[in-house]
């Protein structure tokens, strides 16, 4: 099934937020406060004034993608402008990260995938008390990624550049647990599962893991179900674009479907 048709049979046939109702409190919850929060909060415009400016920039760099690649960008060599078009979270998704961030309050918060930076400042901004580790194969982005931090004056920020194979188990070395996480690089079913197991190690009952694009191939889709069916995991959310995770002990163990 192509992607554009199961996106379609999601938009068409998954109860919309506005209208969800559960018998859980937590995701009632949940969906109030994240998904149907239309506050405008101050951090949005600092970024997205970033983004815009960087959405014309016809500066090329040289990209070192480590993992599945990008299906729109073939060349190595690529605009600022088309990675921030095709390799980064849109605004939509970006700001629920940030408003998941600003009020869970993890102490830490990972992200696979840095790019060229944008998420991560959400992800950044979204708890001064936070320390996010963030990790970047491709120097080249990575460069950019640590120059958008500066101008933003985010220090609590440690940017890894290497492959996740090897700057994971270094970042999970340093933190007591792993608080939040955001799995967004290397789109593919194996690679996404290690990355899950290692991280497992350091779970704790509050800790929330959010998995990119779950359905942009059968084997992301595959990958989403054995980790949605992990003993460890309670609450399951799809909205499609991502897959959130929970572990609280006291949540039911349910997949729920939220057209967001
Ligand atoms: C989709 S982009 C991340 C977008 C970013 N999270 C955002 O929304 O602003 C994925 C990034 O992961 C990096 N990546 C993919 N596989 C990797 C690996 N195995 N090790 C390190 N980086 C990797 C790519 O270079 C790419 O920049």
Redesign the pocket.
């Known amino acids: 099934m192509s992607y554009s048709f199961k996106y379609l049979k999601y938009k068409l046939l998954t109860e919309n937020a506005f209208k969800y109702r559960s018998n859980s409190p937590f995701i009632n919850k949940l969906i109030a406060d994240f998904f149907l929060d239309k506050s405008t909060y101050p951090e949005y415009s600092l970024v997205e004034n970033i983004r815009e400016e960087l959405s014309h920039s016809k500066k090329e760099i040289i ?1 070192n ?3 599945v690649g990008s299906v729109k960008m073939k060349s190595k060599q690529r605009k600022i402008r088309d990675i921030i078009r095709y ?3 849109s605004r939509k998704y ?1 700001q629920l990260l940030f408003r998941i961030v600003h009020y869970f309050k993890p102490a830490s918060v990972i ?10 400042s959400y992800l950044a901004l979204g708890n001064w008390q936070a320390q996010l580790y963030t ?4 120097s080249e ?1 990575a460069n950019i990624a640590g120059k958008i931090f500066s101008s933003l004056n985010i220090v609590n920020v440690k940017l890894y550049t ?4 090897e700057q994971l188990p270094a970042v999970l070395k340093t933190i007591p647990a792993a608080d939040f996480i ?1 799995f ?3 789109h593919r079913k194996t ?1 996404t599962l290690e990355y899950f197991e290692q991280c497992l190690e350091k779970i704790t009952e509050q800790s929330i893991f959010v998995f ?1 694009d779950i359905h942009c191939s059968s084997e992301m889709e595959q990958a989403w179900f054995e980790i949605s069916n992990n003993a460890k995991v309670t609450l399951s959310i799809d909205i499609f674009a991502m897959g959130i995770i929970f572990f609280n002990r006291s949540l039911k163990k349910q997949v729920v479907r939220v057209n967001f």
Not at 111 to 120: H, K, Q, R, Y
Not at 135 to 138: D, L, S
Not at 162 to 165: R, V
Request: hydrophobic share 35%; net charge negative; proline share 3%.
């Open positions: 990209v993608d480590l993992g390799s980064v979270k970006a992200e696979l995938g840095t790019s060229v930076g944008i998420t991560a990790i970047e194969g491709c982005t290497g492959s996740f194979e955001f967004d690089g290397n690679p990119d």
